[in-house]
């Protein structure tokens, strides 16, 4: 039996209880072959003092939108996942509406994953640009 994808997000923003996820309100709200999309509200919860997106906050989606990604592709039963690297560039400010992170592959290898995550406005403006290196692991039995 196929499972949705409406049902594989909803297991997916589930499992975000009592974590890091919950606190900023991050969400998977889609994805494909070849994409995953999360996003998060920007609000008092994400700001730096100045009142507009932290930048760690905008990093925490970005490596959560990727990791998710790698995970869509393994056997969670046989393997876990874990964020390596990650780098950013911040190229614009945001102080409302939402933010959302797009995870592209470059490299789907079995033992690393290397993705390419922009993050965006709700104008589709560039917000910052990550990259994150996966790793996959066997889980211990």
Do not use: W
């Amino acid at each position: 039996m196929q499972i949705s994808k409406e049902e594989i997000l909803k297991r997916a923003n589930a499992i975000t209880k009592n974590t890091l996820m919950e606190t900023l309100e991050i969400e998977m709200v889609d994805f494909g072959d070849d994409f995953v999309v999360g996003r998060m509200p920007v609000n008092e919860r994400v700001y730096q003092p100045d009142g507009v997106l932290h930048g760690g906050a905008t990093v925490a989606l970005a490596e959560t939108t990727g990791s998710f990604a790698a995970e869509i592709l393994l056997d969670l039963k046989s393997f876990f996942v874990r964020g390596i690297e990650i780098s950013a560039n911040h190229v614009k400010s945001v102080k409302d509406g939402y933010v959302y992170a797009t995870a592209k592959f470059i490299h789907k290898g079995r033992t690393t994953q290397l993705f390419e995550i922009k993050v965006t406005d709700d104008d589709d403006n560039l917000i910052s640009h990550c990259k994150l290196t996966t790793i996959s692991l066997p889980r211990k039995k």
